[in-house]
């Protein structure tokens, strides 16, 4: 009798230690969540993100500040019906955009991706190893093999267990409160309505005047390259090869920026940039249609250009047929044919990228008119 009754008090005292250290479980999930991290507007655009309903955006938009200051989801959907979100955290660094756009592969299925690429375009990598430009966006996304991934990459080894456990580097954040309360409490908000307003949409826009030189003017006829920084240059060519192996839709861009006699560097790696870029394209077509205003053979020269890019890149320019060649017989059924281009070179002169198109639409025509 004695012995079932130790029996008994020895499972209850189980149940009782095993509920503590689950209390306190919970507790430092919660605190870590709220209370003991630094929130601030890139955290609340994350969490924002995050709670966008599966495959249920059309556009992601990567990037730094660039990003989320010039665009407005809200006002993307009202004018032209399709659904976006500036997935950006402040002076994000290339690593962290290369995690976001994994991130943005694993929750989402967009219809094209757009990367803002003034990450790849500082004169050092230094960017690469601040700190609170790391945490922006690592300190806000869930525990996924890519958060994983960036932090075993990018992180020294004895600072590791902070990115995991934010308590350890955050435990003297009770000097910013009441401010923080503030910030808790519109994350709180936003996750019990299960949607950001604003779709991540900041802006501090205000009446500037520089007091350097402005050189945007200058950099219209600039097409002259500077070398990336070599860390930085393998960190695109890596974006790149991902992209190609996940088959996206990116499209890479600068957003608007004030270029000064100091910042000028970046305009001409920029140049360089897209040279890398475009060298994984058959045909560095830009989609811009120009070509087509005036072309007296009606040629939808974009549009070949498209799927003769699509098969290229996946080196199928030897198989014997790909479904790009029924897609192309549908295009040209009321249009010309690439075969069908007199060379009159009206296309070719207001061509914003110099583009050989005359010579690239043979390309097209032995590609899918070899059979006909």
């Not at 309505?193 to 006829?221: C, E, H, Q, W």
């Not at 861009?253 to 058959?282: F, G, Q, W």
């Amino acid at each position: 009798m004695k012995k079932n009754t130790n029996r008994k008090q020895y499972g209850k005292r189980t149940v009782k230690v095993c509920s503590f250290f689950l209390a306190v479980i919970l507790s430092l999930f919660l605190l870590n969540d709220l209370f003991l991290r630094r929130i601030d507007h890139n955290s609340l655009r994350v969490d924002g993100y995050y709670l966008e309903d599966k495959d249920s955006l059309d556009v992601v938009m990567l990037g730094a500040s660039d990003v989320y200051t010039c665009f407005s989801s809200g006002r993307a959907y009202q004018d032209y019906g399709f659904t976006s979100y500036p997935f950006a955290t402040q002076s994000i660094t290339a690593s962290g955009t290369i995690t976001a756009l994994k991130e943005v592969v694993r929750t989402q299925s967009p219809e094209l991706i757009m990367v803002e690429i003034n990450a790849f375009l500082y004169g050092t990598d230094n960017n690469e190893s601040i700190e609170a430009h790391m945490r922006k966006l690592v300190d806000n996304i869930p525990l996924t093999k890519n958060k994983i991934e960036f932090i075993s990459k990018n992180v020294k080894p004895d600072e590791q267990p902070e990115y995991y456990f934010p308590l350890i580097k955050y435990h003297s954040i009770w000097k910013e409160y009441p401010y923080q309360l503030k910030m808790v409490s519109a994350r709180l908000r936003e996750r019990n309505r299960g949607t950001s307003l604003f779709k991540g949409y900041r802006t501090t826009a205000t009446m500037f005047r520089p007091k350097d030189k402005v050189l945007n003017d200058k950099i219209i006829d600039d097409n002259k390259t500077k070398a990336l920084t070599p860390s930085l240059e393998n960190k695109l060519r890596e974006m790149l090869d991902y992209c190609k192996s996940e088959n996206l839709n990116v499209v890479f861009m600068r957003n608007p920026h004030l270029v000064y006699k100091r910042t000028y560097d970046r305009v001409r790696r920029c140049n360089r940039a897209a040279e890398i870029i475009n060298s994984k394209i058959a045909i560095p077509c830009t989609a811009c249609s120009y070509c087509t205003d005036g072309c007296p053979m009606n040629i939808p020269i974009p549009q070949f250009f498209s799927i003769y890019n699509e098969d290229m890149l996946e080196h199928l320019e030897e198989k014997r047929w790909t479904i790009n060649f029924t897609n192309y017989g549908i295009i040209a059924k009321n249009r010309g044919k690439a075969s069908e281009c007199i060379g009159c070179g009206q296309c070719e002169s207001v061509c914003p990228q110099h583009l050989t198109i005359i010579d690239h639409l043979k390309d097209v025509a032995k590609h899918y008119e070899r059979h006909s």
